[in-house]
């Protein structure tokens, strides 16, 4: 099979039902789907949405845990030609609606009832009526939980499109071009604001078809879906590559170290991705010798730094046959580096691979020439699988993209001989956290609209099971008394969780460098030294 042998997500589809029958394409409880059924399901999604009025290039925002009704209404929105804007479930409701307004969003698909959340009511709370927050929302579809009076259950969807017929559904798909636009990703960055990331369908075919052959990923696999939907990783590295290789997508809503390791056994899974503390959770738990682990056959971990020992143990007690480790972005389809099925544990734990197939990866200096080998630099990435930009933000894709088409990282790496790269920094100041981008910008923007707070400064700092975790510096405004308590429970309250400071310090200055910038590198020494 060529890398270019879908031109559409519609095409995988329909080609995958025919390709691999009466296997198993979605398991979720109760739900069992083949993919000789999958296609009929989607259409039917496709033809709901229609009904609700969704045209060519309309929004479709989904809010929602790993479920198959994400997958189903996912795959639906790209066959009725929409786009699908993800929404990270740990997200607040002023942070779903600033995504909502800022990607026009047509309709909207989520939950009531994930845990202990309602989400509908959470966006009914706000302060400025949803209809104003964001006018081009005109319905909301409940995919679980209760309906409320001015909503729609996804069940009525999938019923309403009875009064589309197929004819039209076929001369609507047969619209969509391999340049269109399949997915609008919200990534944040140092301006503080999330960006739409605009991908479209065949460089995200191109770029998971090589992923799933550098991978192993192979037709029978079971592949429990650990990592979220609205990832890049559980949306093109799980739904579009279970497609792609008659794997089965078994999704998981929430990771539990004992209900993984149950579904293991009970699943019989072959497929566990995750990050690092995944793994360092499950070898730790004291009841491991106790799971019979032997179906476990290929993992594909990151996005922190692993010790080497990790990756040894999880051969040795986890069985796992292939562990493959890589580095990506959203802006550059998720994918970029990739490890390979034979390289030694030192090579998997040290370094995040080389460049993936037709495309080019250079480490370069301020001037944008390259470097030596062994030096560092910039991490550039020019092909295929690069955005076509940042939505309605030109001057941003502009400063991300250069005139040559390099895509620019803001990340510091060197590359060996053999052309594998080790991450050493990141010029944008993003630190990683259980396998979550995590920007000092943003959450400093966030903390800022706390009553009591007249300044912060946010670093990552180092942690055994996350990676790395946020430590804000906090100077409290003059005639407030803050603690460090109440700042980590009141960002609780305001920012998805992986983004609140895991460790606060209520300081009465930040120190400055000469330009008048925050030192965040003597930040960093005084976090390593308390």
């Known amino acids: 099979m060529t890398p270019t042998t879908y031109r559409t997500i519609p095409e995988l589809v329909v080609d995958a039902s025919e390709r691999y029958g009466d296997l198993e394409a979605l398991v979720d409880g109760d739900v069992t789907i083949s993919y000789a059924d999958l296609s009929g399901e989607v259409d039917r999604a496709a033809r709901g949405l229609m009904a609700l009025g969704l045209e060519h290039g309309d929004r479709v925002a989904i809010w929602a845990p790993n479920c198959w009704e994400w997958v189903v209404i996912a795959l639906g929105t790209h066959v009725a ?3 699908v804007v993800p929404i990270n479930t740990r997200f607040k409701a002023a942070e779903t609606e600033y995504v909502l307004r800022n990607a026009g969003v047509k309709v909207l698909a989520t939950v009531t009832d994930f845990l202990d959340s309602d989400y509908v009511a959470m966006l009914r709370d706000r302060p400025e009526p949803l209809s104003s927050a964001v006018p081009s929302l005109e319905r909301i579809v409940v995919l679980r939980g209760h309906v409320p009076d001015d909503a729609i259950s996804f069940a009525d969807v999938v019923a309403s499109g009875g009064s589309v017929s197929e004819e039209a559904l076929a001369v609507r798909t047969g619209g969509i071009g391999p340049d269109d636009l399949c997915h609008i990703m919200f990534t944040s960055g140092t301006t503080g604001s999330p960006k739409g990331v605009m991908l479209a369908h065949e460089p995200v075919l191109r770029g998971y078809e090589s992923w799933s052959d550098v991978v192993g990923l192979r037709q029978g696999d079971r592949y429990l879906v650990i990592n979220p939907y609205f990832h890049s990783f559980g949306l093109n590295a799980g739904i579009l590559a279970c497609l792609l290789r008659g794997a089965t997508n078994l999704p998981h809503p929430v990771f539990d170290v004992a209900q993984v390791m149950g579904r293991v056994v009970a699943d019989r899974i072959s497929m566990l991705p995750g990050p690092p503390a995944i793994f360092h959770s499950i070898l730790n738990h004291p009841d491991l010798a106790s799971f019979d682990m032997s179906t476990l056959r290929l993992c594909v971990t990151g996005a922190a730094a692993i010790p080497v020992e990790l990756i040894e143990r999880m051969r040795s007690e986890l069985g796992f046959e292939t562990i ?4 990506g972005l959203t802006e550059a389809s998720g994918i970029a ?3 390979r099925h034979d390289d030694d544990a030192q090579t998997i ?3 995040s691979g080389r460049a993936i197939p037709d495309v080019e990866v250079v480490i370069v200096n301020e001037d944008g020439k390259e470097v030596p080998r062994g030096e560092p630099g910039e991490l550039v990435v020019r092909g295929y699988n690069v955005m076509k930009g940042y939505l309605d933000d030109p001057e941003q894709t502009a400063e991300a993209i250069d005139a040559d088409g390099w895509l620019h990282t803001g990340d510091v790496a060197v590359m060996d001989e053999r052309g594998y790269v080790q991450i050493t920094d990141r010029l944008k100041d993003m630190f990683i956290t259980g396998g979550f981008n995590a920007y000092p910008a943003e959450i400093e923007s966030l903390m800022l609209s706390h009553p009591g707070i007249g300044q912060v400064a946010v670093i990552g700092i180092p942690d055994e099971r996350m ?10 405004r003059p005639g407030v008394e803050l603690d460090e308590a109440g700042v980590i429970a009141w960002s609780r309250d305001a920012m998805a969780n992986y983004k609140v400071p895991r460790r606060v310090s209520i300081v009465s200055e930040l120190p400055l460098i000469s330009a008048g910038k925050v030192n ?9 030294r308390t």
């Open 337 to 339: 580096t990739m490890c």
């Open 467 to 476: 990676g790395e975790v946020g430590m804000a510096f906090v100077v409290p």
């Open 349 to 351: 734990a040290t370094t």
């Open 520 to 528: 965040k590198i003597e930040l960093r020494e005084i976090a390593a």
């Open 81 to 83: 030609g929409g786009v």
């Open 324 to 327: 493959i480790t890589g580095y």
